[in-house]
């Protein structure tokens, strides 16, 4: 019994010293482990007791406490990150609405200057230096107080953009309609340009046309005249005296349109107190004299006398001596008058009336060959094709010209109508010659003092204008311009009711000024003879068609 209970006490005894010994070596481990992390962490922070002492003591243990932490994963280097981006992409968003302002025309809004103030804000937050040495710190290093301002400015600047975007907003969206509105707007008047345009090649296109039945006239009074020449021809003819006799009134036309000229030669001898004392000067071209010689011979006109010659048969008028001749021979000047394609012959759109290859011809020049045409008359009186006499003209002949050439009536109100819109003013020679200012006047409805022609030398002036035109740069095509140069000075204005204009293309003329007007011009492209012209004006012209004539019927004109 004893011998049991002494083994059990020296077990008891063995087992203690193992126990205690595994217990110390564990505390020693451990203790060696503190000691070593306290030496590391207080040599990298530079903590000691005096720091303690001295009220540092929370700050180190407290940059402990962050060490610790930092070395799995520091909340804040992130967070640095965030706010840095923050700033940025709403520095890149004031900018972008800068620019955007900028865009629809606000360079001196208050909005422009305000988001790129704030874009600058932006830029000196980032590029303050206290916050770069932040940005710049390790994860070890941040300070946290300096982090917190940061975020408190960031926050703040961010809030300020967020409010003007959405002040902006409303006006930045109207910005945005006023933008698309001008765009609209821009785009629909180039469409109204285009169509405008278009307008005016169709217009003119349809000016140039000869309408079927006008066509199929001139057709069949030709075949008449190839089928009868003997009632027709006078050549072998002794011409009549009268043809030159100054004591009586004289008309010339000039045109290739016989309807028109039966018009004009019509009316003129309806309305004519004494039409046996009216001569009728008719001058067209060879491939219109057969048709233009059977359309007058076919009426009596009341006695009035009529000659019908083509300008061919005027041996003088040669590319030798008219200069416009020898022009119209040039290839490049053809080519103006011809060239038909729309995206070419609308480039000079103001000039467009001056395309019409009626000015190729020969018959729209003669106008400034009278005193030579005719040259035993003291006096005549020009007609276009394109109007209706209403009156007798006899009462011109009796006007004292006072030594001027050209009876005219003038067509200038206001600056509308004056020497500028149809010369070249920034040429010197015709700046240094006429006066910008000076009136224009018409043709259509011409009365010329011969003797005064001669004398004055308007046959010369024109051919050394003419000709020094050749390249168009002194005024553009047409006659009416060199017209006005050649009678500068020589020109008496007449009373405007002798010649109320713009029946072919100003519908607001009144028609009392119609009703006293002794002769009307249906000038413009909405000839009286043509399906464009305007209705209320028509009847003045149809009235004076001799619808009598079986080949006007036959034809069907005016249907």
Same mark, same amino acid.
């Given at each position: 019994?004893?011998?049991?209970?002494?083994?059990?006490?020296?077990?008891?005894?063995?087992?203690?010293?193992?126990?205690?010994?595994?217990?110390?070596?564990?505390?020693?481990?451990?203790?060696?482990?503190?000691?070593?992390?306290?030496?590391?962490?207080?040599?990298?922070?530079?903590?000691?007791?005096?720091?303690?002492?001295?009220?540092?003591?929370?700050?180190?243990?407290?940059?402990?406490?962050?060490?610790?932490?930092?070395?799995?994963?520091?909340?804040?280097?992130?967070?640095?990150?965030?706010?840095?981006?923050?700033?940025?992409?709403?520095?890149?968003?004031?900018?972008?609405?800068?620019?955007?302002?900028?865009?629809?025309?606000?360079?001196?809004?208050?909005?422009?200057?305000?988001?790129?103030?704030?874009?600058?804000?932006?830029?000196?937050?980032?590029?303050?230096?206290?916050?770069?040495?932040?940005?710049?710190?390790?994860?070890?290093?941040?300070?946290?107080?300096?982090?917190?301002?940061?975020?408190?400015?960031?926050?703040?600047?961010?809030?300020?953009?967020?409010?003007?975007?959405?002040?902006?907003?409303?006006?930045?969206?109207?910005?945005?309609?006023?933008?698309?509105?001008?765009?609209?707007?821009?785009?629909?008047?180039?469409?109204?340009?285009?169509?405008?345009?278009?307008?005016?090649?169709?217009?003119?296109?349809?000016?140039?046309?000869?309408?079927?039945?006008?066509?199929?006239?001139?057709?069949?009074?030709?075949?008449?005249?190839?089928?009868?020449?003997?009632?027709?021809?006078?050549?072998?003819?002794?011409?009549?005296?009268?043809?030159?006799?100054?004591?009586?009134?004289?008309?010339?036309?000039?045109?290739?349109?016989?309807?028109?000229?039966?018009?004009?030669?019509?009316?003129?001898?309806?309305?004519?107190?004494?039409?046996?004392?009216?001569?009728?000067?008719?001058?067209?071209?060879?491939?219109?004299?057969?048709?233009?010689?059977?359309?007058?011979?076919?009426?009596?006109?009341?006695?009035?006398?009529?000659?019908?010659?083509?300008?061919?048969?005027?041996?003088?008028?040669?590319?030798?001596?008219?200069?416009?001749?020898?022009?119209?021979?040039?290839?490049?000047?053809?080519?103006?008058?011809?060239?038909?394609?729309?995206?070419?012959?609308?480039?000079?759109?103001?000039?467009?009336?001056?395309?019409?290859?009626?000015?190729?011809?020969?018959?729209?020049?003669?106008?400034?060959?009278?005193?030579?045409?005719?040259?035993?008359?003291?006096?005549?009186?020009?007609?276009?094709?394109?109007?209706?006499?209403?009156?007798?003209?006899?009462?011109?002949?009796?006007?004292?010209?006072?030594?001027?050439?050209?009876?005219?009536?003038?067509?200038?109100?206001?600056?509308?109508?004056?020497?500028?819109?149809?010369?070249?003013?920034?040429?010197?020679?015709?700046?240094?010659?006429?006066?910008?200012?000076?009136?224009?006047?018409?043709?259509?409805?011409?009365?010329?003092?011969?003797?005064?022609?001669?004398?004055?030398?308007?046959?010369?002036?024109?051919?050394?204008?003419?000709?020094?035109?050749?390249?168009?740069?002194?005024?553009?095509? +047409?006659?009416?311009? /060199?017209? #006005?140069?050649?009678?500068? =000075?020589?020109? &008496? %204005? *007449?009373?405007?009711?002798?010649?109320?204009?713009?029946?072919?293309?100003?519908?607001?003329?009144?028609?009392?000024?119609?009703?006293?007007?002794?002769?009307?011009?249906?000038? +413009?492209?909405?000839? /009286?003879? #043509?399906?464009?012209?305007? =209705?209320?004006? &028509? %009847? *003045?012209?149809?009235?004076?068609?001799?619808?009598?004539?079986?080949?006007?019927?036959?034809?069907?004109?005016?249907?």
């Amino acid at each position: 019994m004893a011998t049991v209970v002494h083994r059990s006490a020296r077990s008891g005894t063995g087992i203690m010293p193992t126990r205690l010994y595994r217990i110390l070596t564990s505390v020693i481990i451990v203790a060696i482990a503190l000691f070593s992390l306290s030496r590391l962490f207080t040599s990298h922070f530079g903590y000691s007791t005096a720091d303690a002492g001295s009220g540092t003591g929370f700050i180190g243990v407290e940059s402990i406490r962050r060490s610790v932490l930092a070395l799995k994963s520091d909340p804040l280097k992130p967070r640095i990150d965030q706010l840095k981006k923050q700033a940025d992409d709403h520095r890149m968003l004031a900018l972008a609405y800068a620019s955007y302002a900028r865009k629809l025309k606000l360079e001196n809004s208050k909005m422009l200057r305000k988001f790129a103030d704030l874009a600058r804000n932006y830029s000196d937050l980032l590029n303050r230096p206290s916050y770069r040495t932040l940005f710049e710190s390790d994860s070890i290093s941040i300070n946290e107080s300096l982090l917190r301002q940061f975020e408190k400015e960031v926050k703040e600047r961010i809030k300020v953009t967020r409010q003007m975007i959405a002040e902006a907003k409303e006006s930045f969206d109207n910005q945005l309609k006023i933008q698309k509105l001008k765009d609209t707007i821009f785009a629909t008047n180039e469409q109204l340009t285009r169509a405008k345009k278009q307008g005016a090649f169709s217009s003119l296109i349809a000016a140039k046309s000869i309408p079927k039945s006008l066509h199929c006239l001139a057709m069949r009074l030709m075949e008449e005249r190839i089928a009868h020449p003997e009632k027709y021809s006078d050549e072998g003819n002794t011409p009549p005296p009268e043809l030159e006799d100054p004591k009586l009134y004289h008309y010339a036309i000039f045109s290739d349109n016989v309807i028109a000229a039966s018009v004009v030669v019509n009316s003129a001898a309806k309305n004519a107190k004494e039409p046996s004392k009216h001569v009728f000067h008719v001058v067209t071209d060879k491939m219109n004299l057969g048709a233009m010689q059977v359309m007058l011979k076919m009426k009596d006109y009341n006695g009035a006398h009529i000659e019908v010659k083509a300008f061919e048969d005027y041996k003088f008028l040669n590319s030798s001596y008219v200069p416009v001749l020898k022009q119209l021979e040039s290839a490049k000047l053809q080519q103006f008058y011809f060239e038909n394609k729309l995206e070419n012959a609308t480039k000079d759109t103001t000039n467009m009336k001056f395309r019409n290859p009626k000015y190729l011809s020969m018959l729209n020049h003669l106008r400034f060959y009278l005193p030579e045409m005719y040259p035993k008359l003291h006096r005549i009186l020009f007609l276009d094709d394109d109007i209706v006499v209403q009156k007798d003209l006899t009462g011109l002949w009796k006007i004292d010209m006072d030594g001027k050439v050209n009876g005219a009536v003038e067509t200038c109100f206001g600056s509308f109508h004056r020497y500028a819109q149809y010369m070249n003013f920034s040429h010197p020679l015709i700046k240094a010659k006429f006066n910008p200012k000076a009136c224009a006047w018409a043709y259509g409805m011409n009365f010329f003092d011969l003797d005064a022609w001669r004398r004055e030398k308007c046959t010369e002036q024109y051919h050394y204008w003419q000709s020094l035109n050749e390249n168009r740069t002194l005024w553009k095509l +047409g006659t009416l311009p /060199p017209g #006005l140069i050649t009678f500068y =000075s020589t020109t &008496k %204005p *007449l009373d405007k009711s002798w010649h109320v204009l713009g029946l072919g293309y100003n519908p607001s003329i009144s028609m009392d000024e119609i009703k006293n007007a002794a002769v009307v011009h249906f000038n +413009g492209n909405m000839k /009286p003879w #043509l399906d464009i012209a305007m =209705s209320q004006f &028509k %009847p *003045l012209w149809t009235k004076h068609v001799d619808y009598e004539n079986e080949y006007v019927q036959a034809c069907n004109f005016g249907l």
